[in-house]
């Protein structure tokens, strides 16, 4: 690749070269034990590891899949909702999953563009991540209709009912158009950086399913500089296409609450405040999934402390945004003079949901605060906890602008309580198990590291090219 | 084809039934009154004289002769099709609403109805206009009686021992037992509640006029018997006088809760509120005093509410006598309690002083069960000069009638095994003598038992001998509450089962059969024609074309003979012991008035007025008591008297405003065969059933009621409470009740929420825009253009909340119009009940300075409806005519357009609510959408009265008239609270109504622009309101 060409270190400047630039993969890897080592997982049999994580992933799956079907085939009344809380797991679900989406692109859209190298470890699998969590999240939309069998009326299809068509006031509808918009994107992205992959599993591949499949999907790819020049135009387009996305998507889903009349949704700080909440909590799922793939998969030369770190980093400056962000809600609210609003941020605070609020605090911006020493940024344990963390937090932090912004609104008549049912709990897991699942087919039969991409970051092309080409490889 | 419409369906029936329109279309046209139609005989005289024949008969025969017409013609005509609708039903047009004036028998209180039917079937109960006791009003009970009629629970024939019987072998067997007890000359005894009915009183008093030892006994399950006993004392007639409150400029209550279940809660309510209506011009209105132990509806609309202890209501009774007494000039011999409560001294003497001011335009009114304080009620009232200004006793009101001493008499009797034959007519004898031991035993050895309950309650299961009568909606009736003041009912469908009218049963059994028609009619001719007025007509059929028609007649009185007040019965009050133990207050709940409505969903739904619990009944305990004993909200206790039998396992509810050391449990619970109701609602695993197994609804408090000096006592002294430790969460549809925000997180200066506003008398006379909220925001502008200007009809809706009790009788009205869903314990305990209108309550503040707001609360139709922008497929969308409406069908069910309202006034259908019964289906108005499951719904403010009142009016040619489109919500409002109409009508009442200073909007800041507003609360207080 052009870049990686005129980076070629003189042996003199590779300390200096060090510091200037670390180095993004360890073990002296040759582009030949790329191939090797990432392609292994795909190879050999599945681990007891793989299958035991596949095994719960997909009882977890099931268990959804049966909450769904019973919820469906009762009602919305199987949930713990209300006249007063109208949403509450669904959309919190619903948000949660459309954030972890927000870390694939960001890292391989705006990373790329930002030419960041050490994206080139994390940026598959976070696309992959993207993907599922967009199809999770946009099961929620779905399933809390109360006919969701009539979901396609979302569409503005073309129909016999005369002036019938949809309302494009609604952020719902909104909704629609930028999580399908994002999924295409996000899919075609990351179809497109896995043809030179592809086309490496085709020729490394036995006659059979795979080398068919594998072929067929990699359209026929040669390597050759033609090809090559091709595709990188094609990829840094659609990285330019996918970059507004990532704030877009988000922006959007915010409007579902910032544009509603309901104090503690009706906020213009909404966008940026989800864009970063979403960033942050992708970027802890990126890490607890890379974490637990380096380990399982071997790949710690692929995925190193570095790596860890700098995503560590990138998610400290999140968690800060997200954490000015609330503190500037209490402020708007105090200075508003809406005695509405200020309620409803002393109620979230002090209120029955008090506990959620604090839960959000705590895991959003105070536990993340340790990311500042770096030791503890290096400690893989330690950074595995704070992305769970994260994790929980940011679910929380939906629920609890959900849930608490409803359940005491207006008119004290109508204030209500909330409580889950073992039916939403339930298809909160189904929804991990689904991702899982997902996540650990596309681990199985895809490569989880950009192959051809990472070779551009080996700290000795020269040799590298020599023996690539020398075993034929097409990247 | 059409088939002939049910009531009309059979010859046998023709004869049975004759019912009278009140008019084409509409119950609002005073016009209509005065009978454009012409009262046709339903059936022709070859009807008349086939009357023993039945349907299929007359149809064979019929059918044959036409079919021989026929052939003779041109030899093939089909016979089938020759018959359409060979009895046309009077005036009706398939598929249209039709009214029969009639009487409602939901309690003794007697109000006007207005039964609506639509081909055939009684779907919608409104109130009679220009009635002279409701004046167009009706209660929830009175709303909720179609679902009891079409009720597949039922007795649907004669049971003789517990087996379906025939009704002529029971016929010979019970006069052949009567026979025999009219030789051996035992005791018989008829046990009913009040009859206000005269045909009805006048034939069981020819149905037992032939037996040696005869009594009719009136008992009352919750009675004003020492009310009568006290005038039988001091005016020497035992009646009960009628209370004027429209007269009254002040009233002071003592327990009574006349706007919720006292005697006549319809009337009074009407009345009371035509006091209640402070003008610019005129700012006036009456003063009303409540004293009282437990929290009722009446107390939460006092000008100023009194929590006493109940053996304080005698002292205090005595002590206003003795102040009034003192302001008349009467000097008293000695005090007239021997207790004194000096806590309300200085308030008591302003009463005494006011209602002095007042004189013959006062009312002091008390619901004690003793005596000696009703002889004291009347020396006030008597003094003040209130009888015949605000108590009429030359028409004595008949609403209760009860004689509690004759109950007590006949328990004895039942003991001895005095009584040969005990008929029991529309009360649950042992339902409400609970506390009665070995009453079971004693009515078993009575050798003739004979219910007529139309399902088996406690006493039918024990009778030899269930004569069920019909549905009130189902038969011939008439009811005289006022002397003077005679009403009709008329049926208005075939009974649905095989039972038969209780005048019907009398005359068999008196070996003079007849109708129940015909015995009415009778009786009309020879009691009630003599006592025409002038202005009636002097024919006989017009008269009682002229009752039947308008619904009710107005006659001279039956000639009450009063005696001038004697003094000298003026006594002082016994000594009382005072107690530290808890007391008990027995009550009945506004939508539950007696055991016969047990069966009903509609009301066990209906949330209670004052503490928004359905589904049951329960122990109120106060706030301080609850602090001190560690009790909440739905920890189940145990209530005992003593160590001996009545006891009582109920959940707590925490109320406040009511006096410490009382607890209060409603009466009429725990009724026979509500565990049916165990499976309503959705089932599914989560579910709670909403009737616990070998349980019922709520309990029954009965064995709390006790015999004390000849009269029933609804209060009792010394009971013990012990916690058990149980849990049964109460299905309450309003968790917070204060419009005061939690104080941990409540902002400065906005603790206080300004969704009802309130200001007083004295503040409203000086400024009648007083007491409204000031906002700092600027809702004149507009972000954009009006971009639906609205040139036709802009409907609207007023609330005056100065006259709204908050009796609740809107939402039965509403669900009974708008086929909403009974969605059983577990739904509503859940928040998800399914009620387009509701009343919100809060109760602000505390003890004797809390402010206690009803508010009725339904969509608002807003101009810029938060829930319109947000649905993305466009069901919900605003007409041209400015009405929110919902669009079933189009709905796929975000629910983003509930979390965007507001008001929160949408409903969602969590579930596919139960629609299995056919019968009970046919309760529902064709008119409007039965809701699937999954989609929103909400108060479409009667969209489908709007579209015929439009299709009526253009039919004719004419613009809408202003109040011939009636909501169903404002239609039976007793206080007539609700003013609904098109707002750009210059000439409409809800023109005037927008002009009123008292309007405001609820939440006008959000500028949403509601389309319903609210007339701001005045109470009669001297001071300045204590907040803005």
Known sequence: ?475 | MPRPTAPYATTRFVKRIRMTPLSKNTPSNNDSSQGQLPIVEAAGPLLEESLAISRRRFLEAAGFSLSLAAMSGCGRAPVETALPSPIQPVGAIPGQLQYYASTCAGCPSACGLLVGTRDGRPLKMEGLPGHPLSSGGLCAVGQALPIGLYDSHRLTGPLSAGKPAQWTTLDQEIVQTLKQINEKQTAIRFVTPTITSPTLKANIDAFLAPFEDSKHIVFDAVSSSAILDAHEQTHSTRVLPHYRFDRAEVVVSFGADFLGTWISPVEFTSDWSTRRVPSEQVPEMSYHVQFESRMSLTGTNADLRVAIHPQDQGPLIAQLTEKVSKLAGISLSEPLSPNIVDRHESALAELAQRLWNGRGKCLVVSDSQDVGVQRLVNATNHMLGNYESTLGLQRPSRQRQGNDRDVEQLVEELRAGKVGALLVADVDLLHDLAGQQTLVDAIDRVPLTISFSQREDEFATLAKYICPDHHPLESWSDAEPVDGLISLAQPTLQPLGDTRSVLESLAAWSARPTTAYEALQTHWKEAIFPRRQAETPNQFITFWEKSLQDGFIETRGAGTVVSDFDTSVIKPLAQQTTTNDFSLVLYNKVSMPDARHAHNPWLHELPDPVTKVTWGNYVGVSSNDARELGLVDGDIVQVAAGNEAPLLELPVLVQVGQHDQVLTVALAYGCKGTDRFAKIGPQWFEARPTVEENELVGKNAAPFVEFRNGTMQHTRSTVTLTKTGKRRDLASTQLYNSLEVPPEVAPHGAERREIVQHTTLAAFAKDSHAGAAVHHHETGAQLWPEDHAKTGHAWGMVIDLNKCTGCSACVIACQSENNVPVVGYDEVRRQREMHWMRIDRYFTGEGEAMSIDHQPMMCQHCDNAPCETVCPVLATVHSSEGLNEQVYNRCVGTRYCANNCPYKVRRFNWFKYEHDDSLQNLVLNPEVTVRSRGVMEKCSMCVQRIEAGKIEARSQGLPVADGTIQTACQQSCPANAIVFGDMNDTESKIHAALENPRRYEVLEELNVRPSVSYLRVVKNEDEEPHRG
């Open chain 1, 1 to 475: 690749m052009a870049e990686t060409e005129q980076q070629q270190p003189e042996p003199a400047a590779t300390e200096a070269s060090e510091l200037l630039r670390p180095t993004l993969i360890t073990g002296g890897k040759t582009p030949a034990d790329v191939t090797r080592d990432i392609c292994a997982p795909m190879e050999g049999r599945p681990t007891a590891l793989w299958w035991g994580a596949l095994s719960i992933s997909l009882t977890a799956l099931l268990a959804g899949v049966v909450a769904v079907t019973y919820q469906i085939a009762m009602g919305i009344g199987t949930w713990g909702l209300n006249r007063t809380v109208g949403w509450a797991f669904d959309i919190t679900n619903f948000v949660f999953w459309v954030g972890i989406g927000h870390a694939g692109t960001l890292i391989s859209a705006v990373l790329f563009l930002f030419r960041q190298k050490w994206r080139t470890s994390v940026n598959r699998s976070a696309e992959a991540m993207t993907l599922f969590a967009v199809v999770c999240a946009g099961l929620f939309p779905v399933i809390h209709m109360g006919r969701p069998w009539l979901a396609f009326w979302m569409a503005p299809y073309p129909n016999t009912r005369g002036s019938l068509w949809i309302n494009f006031k609604s952020p719902l509808l909104w909704d629609v158009f930028a999580i399908s918009t994002y999924l295409l994107i996000s899919a075609v992205f990351w179809y497109i950086g896995l043809i030179p992959d592809l086309a490496t599993i085709r020729d490394r591949s036995k006659p059979g399913w795979r080398k068919s499949l594998a072929g067929i999907f990699s359209l026929g790819w040669v390597g050759s500089a033609r090809t090559w020049h091709r595709y990188e135009t094609v990829y840094m387009l659609l990285a330019g296409l996918a970059t507004p996305l990532v704030f877009s998507v988000h922006t959007i889903v915010s409007m579902d609450f910032a544009t509603a009349i309901i104090p503690g949704w009706h906020t213009t700080i909404f966008p940026p405040y989800f864009v970063a909440g979403a960033i942050f909590s992708g970027l802890a799922m990126v890490l607890t999934l890379m974490i637990i793939a380096r380990k399982v998969m071997q790949l710690e030369n692929y995925i190193t402390v570095l790596h860890i770190e700098t995503m560590c980093k990138l998610m400290l400056s999140m968690g800060c945004i997200v954490g000015l962000a609330y503190g500037t809600e209490f402020f708007i609210a105090a200075f508003s003079g809406n005695p509405y609003e200020q309620f409803v941020f002393l109620n979230r605070a002090a209120g029955p949901f008090s506990w959620a609020y604090w839960t959000m605090v705590s895991c959003n911006v105070m536990i993340p605060q340790l990311l500042w020493f770096r030791p503890l940024r290096r400690n893989i344990a330690f950074v595995f906890l704070i992305s769970i963390v994260v994790n929980i937090g940011m679910w929380f932090e939906r629920f609890v602008i959900i849930v608490t912004s409803l359940h005491r609104d207006f008119l004290p008549s109508s204030w209500a309580d909330y409580t889950p049912t073992i039916i939403e709990i339930t298809t909160l897991i189904g929804s991990f198990g689904l991702f899982f699942s997902c996540f650990l087919l596309f681990c199985r039969f895809l490569p989880t590291i950009a192959m051809a991409e990472v070779k551009g970051v080996l700290k000795n092309p020269r040799r590298a090219a020599k023996q690539d080409s020398s075993k034929g490889d097409a990247a």
